[in-house]
């Protein structure tokens, strides 16, 4: 109780300064007069009471000070006049705040940016209730050590009937997107589908409207959710669309409610990118066969329940499984993760990379502050010798100095937020979508975060300054500064050490840019096995409301093909299933002697012709072959010596399993599935009469290229006004969609090298300066004596040669020693590349050299009788 008295009797204090202080006046001139009055009841004539009243009470200023001293509120106040005296100072050397603020900045903007991009997925609890007791559970093959994203039936139902520390498990997948005619024409929704108890498990409920739970699958209509993300861009966020009722051209749906907006769909790489959520049960028809898969379930543990736990019980249920059921396979495993790891474990390895470079960017600036702040305090040694003299003790130095530290941090994070507000708004754009899993950006955990980084790395690297200038001889440097009338050097060798740490941390980071920039260059520039990389790609599909049989969609890719084939200024088109950007064939073939995962892939006559594929032997596919769906074949390269090595295939029979014998008819170039992928095996067939209804337009021509894909999508849309047509692109801008992660890393990395190396720079420049501006007088004496400019440049160039090439050296160390992390993330290039490390020190020094000439050249233009004159 006595505490809180205190505490809002100090509040109070502080709130009402002026009435305290009135207060304070108040009773001392009380206690003064009763002093008085006391002295002339005594006998004292009334004058000499005053004086020696006064003299006994003393100073009236130092009383309230000491009165004031005993309250809390005292010591905040105190702090709040350093800051205020700490910003009045900062405005007076507008140069160095603008530096100090702006590079410190840029070390806490890209921290921010990489905060806001992880929080969701590294640090913040997923949406769910009881999210740490969720959990995937992933199938897995021994023999061949790999995941799978299915899970066999027989294996799923012995978890929900008989796992002892399950307490519940749901399954969810992606459904095919359903067609809807709106008012702008015809338009995809893509949906996703769960089990009827997804939701309830993992304890999500609705923005508006009602979550969808067991018996929803029942419902006529079919009930239905719509994404936050749909409600908002295709509704308008108008909550009556709850209860409205859906007409699409496959099925007719009733909207129930909306998911919340942090909603994230369960499956590895997904997240609300879909529009609509349904629940429907497992296929009861695939009961019967122990051979029959689900998509990866999500299991909620019991209390108490740990993952070694859960995992020892599924090993026993799995092995009984296999012994129940022989036909299935007998190298099968489940593993059990805890679900926001398994989600975001394709993201996990290079967030926590982007962190540490980030991390590094951020000692860098830091280094550079306290360098900075050292240079400064030299130039403030006089002030500080005066108020030491004066009776202000070093712990109060140090207390001002480390506060005006901290103003500088608070600036510079208020900048930090701005900046990374709009390298946020400009990444965006570019992140792929796995690391969109969850909505991220700037917020108050964000906000937070800047606070506490700010403020905690300003006093870590604002102490050493603080208390080295604190601690130095404040008379020698006022007699020093009184008789050549400028900063003497402090800790030259400190400023050298501090600038060395820079550059070995940039070299680091550099070496990370140059290594996945020269990843990206040779996954662009490999030899993809085909020419005509601005061929316009066009997708669309074939419906089975109104094409329901093989024959009526191969009759409407004839009459698409043939008027595109008209067109004017079109030189060559064809039809296939190969949209790329890592697209899967429609099957693969298998026989002895065959390449492993040779991809089967039907195309129409002239579809090596328009992307430029060459044959090599034989000949392309005849219009005759194609309409009479003729058993024969063009085969790849790599297919053509796997099965005949050392003979011609043409006129040779291909047996696989599930596939007809066919006769080989052609050899074609052997094509990458993308930038730096593997050489693609494939087997190519007349495309005919096929089940998949997914279909791709490839043409190439003159002109416009963006003028020929309105013309595509017209021809389509003018066939069937009900199709809906993607977006067309060329097969370049198809296949930078497999690249968009080293993309992404290498402009990241490409960011933080050059925030590094610009504030590196800028550390040089600024001790190489300071250090110039200290031995003024040596370089006169230098000049009197006979010394040329362009020696005195060399002079002070070499002097900032030595710590950077103790930097250069101490990172390189550092390089081969973490660059061997990033093995996974290159293609075609080695941790350990000498040209990408050539490069990198080459430019480090380059840039360094030119940070120390500026000052370089300002030594040589010293005027000896000037620099002499003091002396």
């Given at each position: 109780?006595?505490?809180?008295?205190?505490?809002?009797?100090?509040?109070?204090?502080?709130?009402?300064?002026?009435?305290?202080?009135?207060?304070?006046?108040?009773?001392?001139?009380?206690?003064?007069?009763?002093?008085?009055?006391?002295?002339?009841?005594?006998?004292?004539?009334?004058?000499?009471?005053?004086?020696?009243?006064?003299?006994?009470?003393?100073?009236?200023?130092?009383?309230?000070?000491?009165?004031?001293?005993?309250?809390?509120?005292?010591?905040?106040?105190?702090?709040?006049?350093?800051?205020?005296?700490?910003?009045?100072?900062?405005?007076?050397?507008?140069?160095?705040?603008?530096?100090?603020?702006?590079?410190?900045?840029?070390?806490?903007?890209?921290?921010?940016?990489?905060?806001?991009?992880?929080?969701?997925?590294?640090?913040?609890?997923?949406?769910?209730?009881?999210?740490?007791?969720?959990?995937?559970?992933?199938?897995?093959?021994?023999?061949?050590?790999?995941?799978?994203?299915?899970?066999?039936?027989?294996?799923?139902?012995?978890?929900?009937?008989?796992?002892?520390?399950?307490?519940?498990?749901?399954?969810?997948?992606?459904?095919?997107?359903?067609?809807?005619?709106?008012?702008?024409?015809?338009?995809?929704?893509?949906?996703?589908?769960?089990?009827?108890?997804?939701?309830?498990?993992?304890?999500?409920?609705?923005?508006?409207?009602?979550?969808?739970?067991?018996?929803?699958?029942?419902?006529?209509?079919?009930?239905?959710?719509?994404?936050?993300?749909?409600?908002?861009?295709?509704?308008?966020?108008?909550?009556?669309?709850?209860?409205?009722?859906?007409?699409?051209?496959?099925?007719?749906?009733?909207?129930?409610?909306?998911?919340?907006?942090?909603?994230?769909?369960?499956?590895?790489?997904?997240?609300?990118?879909?529009?609509?959520?349904?629940?429907?049960?497992?296929?009861?028809?695939?009961?019967?066969?122990?051979?029959?898969?689900?998509?990866?379930?999500?299991?909620?543990?019991?209390?108490?329940?740990?993952?070694?736990?859960?995992?020892?019980?599924?090993?026993?249920?799995?092995?009984?499984?296999?012994?129940?059921?022989?036909?299935?396979?007998?190298?099968?495993?489940?593993?059990?993760?805890?679900?926001?790891?398994?989600?975001?474990?394709?993201?996990?390895?290079?967030?926590?990379?982007?962190?540490?470079?980030?991390?590094?960017?951020?000692?860098?600036?830091?280094?550079?502050?306290?360098?900075?702040?050292?240079?400064?305090?030299?130039?403030?040694?006089?002030?500080?010798?005066?108020?030491?003299?004066?009776?202000?003790?070093?712990?109060?130095?140090?207390?001002?100095?480390?506060?005006?530290?901290?103003?500088?941090?608070?600036?510079?994070?208020?900048?930090?937020?701005?900046?990374?507000?709009?390298?946020?708004?400009?990444?965006?754009?570019?992140?792929?979508?796995?690391?969109?899993?969850?909505?991220?950006?700037?917020?108050?955990?964000?906000?937070?975060?800047?606070?506490?980084?700010?403020?905690?790395?300003?006093?870590?690297?604002?102490?050493?300054?603080?208390?080295?200038?604190?601690?130095?001889?404040?008379?020698?440097?006022?007699?020093?500064?009184?008789?050549?009338?400028?900063?003497?050097?402090?800790?030259?060798?400190?400023?050298?050490?501090?600038?060395?740490?820079?550059?070995?941390?940039?070299?680091?980071?550099?070496?990370?840019?140059?290594?996945?920039?020269?990843?990206?260059?040779?996954?662009?520039?490999?030899?993809?096995?085909?020419?005509?990389?601005?061929?316009?790609?066009?997708?669309?599909?074939?419906?089975?409301?109104?094409?329901?049989?093989?024959?009526?969609?191969?009759?409407?890719?004839?009459?698409?093909?043939?008027?595109?084939?008209?067109?004017?200024?079109?030189?060559?088109?064809?039809?296939?299933?190969?949209?790329?950007?890592?697209?899967?064939?429609?099957?693969?073939?298998?026989?002895?002697?065959?390449?492993?995962?040779?991809?089967?892939?039907?195309?129409?006559?002239?579809?090596?012709?328009?992307?430029?594929?060459?044959?090599?032997d034989g000949r392309d596919f005849a219009e005759e072959e194609i309409r009479a769906d003729a058993p024969v074949t063009i085969v790849s390269e790599s297919v053509a010596r796997a099965m005949w090595p050392g003979q011609s295939p043409i006129g040779r029979v291909l047996r696989a399993d599930r596939l007809p014998s066919l006769t080989v008819i052609g050899v074609a170039r052997d094509v990458r599935g993308g930038y730096g992928g593997r050489i693609r095996p494939a087997v190519y067939r007349p495309l005919a009469r096929d089940r998949f209804r997914t279909s791709t337009i490839v043409a190439r021509g003159s002109g416009d290229p963006d003028a020929l894909g309105r013309a595509l999508r017209a021809i389509v849309q003018r066939l069937d006004p009900r199709i809906v047509v993607a977006p067309p692109r060329t097969v370049r801008a198809s296949l930078a969609r497999g690249i968009v992660d080293p993309q992404f890393q290498t402009w990241l990395f490409a960011l933080f090298g050059f925030v590094g190396l610009l504030v590196s720079a800028v550390g040089i420049y600024g001790v190489m300066a300071h250090w110039v501006s200290g031995r003024t007088r040596e370089l006169g004496v230098r000049l009197a004596l006979g010394a040329e400019p362009g020696q005195l440049k060399g002079f002070v160039i070499r002097q900032a040669s030595i710590p950077l090439l103790a930097g250069v050296g101490v990172g390189l160390a550092g390089a081969f020693l973490l660059t061997k992390r990033l093995q996974s993330l290159l293609y075609d290039v080695t941790p350990y590349d000498p040209l990408t490390f050539v490069v990198v020190v080459l430019t480090l020094l380059a840039v360094g050299i030119a940070a120390a000439y500026v000052p370089a050249r300002r030594?040589?233009?010293?005027?000896?009788?000037?620099?002499?004159?003091?002396?």
């Amino acid at each position: 109780m006595r505490r809180t008295r205190r505490i809002l009797a100090g509040l109070s204090a502080l709130v009402h300064r002026t009435r305290a202080d009135s207060e304070l006046d108040e009773e001392l001139r009380a206690y003064l007069a009763s002093a008085v009055d006391g002295k002339v009841a005594a006998g004292v004539d009334r004058e000499e009471a005053l004086r020696r009243a006064r003299a006994e009470f003393g100073s009236a200023a130092a009383a309230k000070d000491w009165v004031r001293d005993v309250g809390w509120e005292s010591r905040l106040e105190s702090v709040w006049q350093d800051a205020r005296y700490a910003v009045r100072v900062l405005r007076r050397s507008p140069g160095f705040t603008a530096v100090a603020v702006a590079t410190f900045a840029l070390g806490l903007g890209t921290n921010v940016a990489i905060f806001a991009l992880s929080d969701g997925m590294l640090f913040r609890p997923l949406p769910y209730r009881d999210a740490q007791r969720l959990v995937m559970i992933q199938g897995y093959s021994v023999k061949q050590a790999q995941a799978y994203t299915r899970v066999l039936r027989v294996d799923f139902e012995q978890l929900q009937n008989q796992h002892s520390g399950i307490e519940g498990i749901a399954t969810a997948t992606f459904d095919t997107a359903l067609t809807w005619i709106g008012s702008d024409g015809a338009e995809s929704l893509r949906t996703s589908v769960g089990t009827p108890n997804l939701l309830e498990l993992l304890g999500v409920g609705a923005h508006i409207g009602r979550p969808l739970r067991p018996g929803d699958e029942l419902l006529e209509p079919q009930a239905a959710m719509l994404t936050f993300d749909a409600w908002q861009r295709r509704f308008g966020a108008d909550a009556s669309v709850v209860g409205r009722t859906l007409s699409f051209e496959q099925r007719r749906v009733q909207i129930v409610g909306v998911l919340p907006r942090r909603f994230i769909f369960p499956l590895q790489g997904s997240l609300a990118d879909g529009d609509l959520f349904f629940v429907e049960p497992l296929d009861p028809r695939e009961a019967a066969d122990p051979r029959s898969g689900v998509w990866t379930p999500i299991a909620r543990l019991k209390p108490g329940v740990s993952i070694a736990q859960a995992q020892t019980e599924i090993d026993v249920l799995v092995g009984r499984a296999a012994r129940q059921f022989p036909s299935t396979p007998q190298d099968r495993a489940l593993r059990v993760a805890n679900l926001q790891f398994a989600l975001f474990e394709l993201s996990r390895s290079l967030l926590w990379l982007l962190i540490a470079a980030a991390g590094g960017v951020m000692l860098i600036a830091c280094v550079n502050l306290a360098n900075l702040l050292l240079a400064r305090g030299a130039a403030r040694e006089r002030e500080i010798g005066i108020r030491t003299a004066i009776g202000a003790s070093r712990a109060r130095v140090a207390r001002q100095l480390l506060i005006e530290s901290i103003v500088l941090g608070l600036f510079a994070g208020g900048l930090a937020l701005v900046l990374a507000a709009l390298a946020f708004d400009a990444l965006t754009e570019y992140v792929p979508s796995r690391y969109r899993l969850v909505p991220s950006g700037l917020d108050a955990r964000t906000a937070g975060f800047t606070l506490l980084l700010s403020i905690g790395a300003s006093i870590f690297f604002g102490v050493f300054p603080a208390f080295r200038l604190a601690k130095s001889d404040a008379s020698a440097a006022m007699r020093e500064t009184c008789r050549a009338g400028a900063s003497r050097p402090l800790g030259m060798k400190t400023g050298a050490l501090l600038v060395a740490i820079q550059v070995s941390l940039c070299l680091v980071l550099l070496a990370g840019t140059g290594l996945t920039a020269n990843s990206l260059i040779r996954r662009r520039t490999v030899d993809l096995g085909f020419t005509h990389k601005d061929a316009l790609v066009l997708n669309f599909g074939t419906p089975v409301s109104r094409y329901p049989t093989p024959q009526h969609m191969f009759d409407f890719r004839a009459r698409v093909l043939e008027d595109v084939r008209r067109m004017p200024g079109v030189e060559a088109a064809a039809i296939d299933f190969t949209p790329f950007g890592g697209a899967a064939p429609m099957m693969h073939a298998v026989a002895e002697g065959l390449p492993e995962a040779t991809g089967v892939w039907s195309v129409t006559r002239g579809y090596f012709a328009t992307l430029g594929v060459p044959l090599t032997d034989g000949r392309d596919f005849a219009e005759e072959e194609i309409r009479a769906d003729a058993p024969v074949t063009i085969v790849s390269e790599s297919v053509a010596r796997a099965m005949w090595p050392g003979q011609s295939p043409i006129g040779r029979v291909l047996r696989a399993d599930r596939l007809p014998s066919l006769t080989v008819i052609g050899v074609a170039r052997d094509v990458r599935g993308g930038y730096g992928g593997r050489i693609r095996p494939a087997v190519y067939r007349p495309l005919a009469r096929d089940r998949f209804r997914t279909s791709t337009i490839v043409a190439r021509g003159s002109g416009d290229p963006d003028a020929l894909g309105r013309a595509l999508r017209a021809i389509v849309q003018r066939l069937d006004p009900r199709i809906v047509v993607a977006p067309p692109r060329t097969v370049r801008a198809s296949l930078a969609r497999g690249i968009v992660d080293p993309q992404f890393q290498t402009w990241l990395f490409a960011l933080f090298g050059f925030v590094g190396l610009l504030v590196s720079a800028v550390g040089i420049y600024g001790v190489m300066a300071h250090w110039v501006s200290g031995r003024t007088r040596e370089l006169g004496v230098r000049l009197a004596l006979g010394a040329e400019p362009g020696q005195l440049k060399g002079f002070v160039i070499r002097q900032a040669s030595i710590p950077l090439l103790a930097g250069v050296g101490v990172g390189l160390a550092g390089a081969f020693l973490l660059t061997k992390r990033l093995q996974s993330l290159l293609y075609d290039v080695t941790p350990y590349d000498p040209l990408t490390f050539v490069v990198v020190v080459l430019t480090l020094l380059a840039v360094g050299i030119a940070a120390a000439y500026v000052p370089a050249r300002r030594a040589a233009r010293v005027d000896p009788i000037v620099a002499l004159r003091a002396e």
